[in-house]
């Protein structure tokens, strides 16, 4: 995106990121969760999220209907606003991981682009892309606000994996089976990916 106010500066703190992970003890960077609605995202982000915080890690979970109460009320479904949506959560997230915090996201994010864009936003091996894979039809046997149901009725337009398309990772850092594997299993999956890594 380019920038529209030429007559700003980046403002350079005093305690430095490096400060902060000292600080805290542990390193900062993001895991970006993305699937299909009914994919187990959020479930999932929130579950590593409480097992980073019982290690004593910093953390927040950016949520996808929780972000669009707010920072992204303004926007709807269409093609452009879920890629400002997703450029903004990005920002968000580089911010979180400038202040030392983990961060987590919980999005369908349905666009290679898009997701691309975001990764680009962060030094190599901060950006964590988590796929969280499970068919359509599983994802739709876990539907209870019945979006999928409605999408299916003409209700809902431009409703990922019904009328309109998700672009799954080619080669994310982290595909999890979330159609098959418990919480407690897929959880365990990732937290042995960060600690095979040095993360935590």
């Not at 580089?94 to 997701?115: Q, V």
Request: net charge negative.
């Amino acid at each position: 995106m380019n920038q529209k106010n030429t007559n700003i500066v980046w403002e350079k703190a005093l305690i430095t990121r490096q400060d902060r992970e000292k600080q805290n003890g542990h390193k900062s960077f993001v895991l970006w969760f993305t699937g299909l609605s009914g994919s187990g995202k959020s479930t999932l982000a929130h579950a590593v999220e409480k097992n980073l915080y019982e290690r004593g890690c910093r953390t927040f979970v950016l949520d996808g209907d929780n972000v669009r109460h707010g920072l992204s009320s303004n926007l709807d479904f269409s093609e452009e606003d879920r890629k400002e949506n997703i450029r903004r959560i990005g920002e968000a997230a580089k911010l979180m991981t400038e202040a030392g915090i983990i961060a987590l996201t919980a999005f369908i994010s349905p666009y290679r682009a898009d997701r691309e864009m975001v990764r680009n936003l962060f030094p190599h091996g901060e950006f964590i892309e988590v796929y969280c894979n499970a068919s359509l039809e599983i994802c739709e046997s876990r539907d209870v606000k019945g979006l999928y149901r409605k999408a299916r009725a003409g209700e809902i337009k431009n409703y990922t994996g019904i009328d309109s398309p998700y672009e799954a990772p080619i080669v994310p850092e982290l595909e999890i089976q979330t159609g098959s594997l418990s919480i407690g299993e897929a959880v365990d999956v990732l937290l042995d990916y960060l600690i095979a890594r040095e993360i935590i």
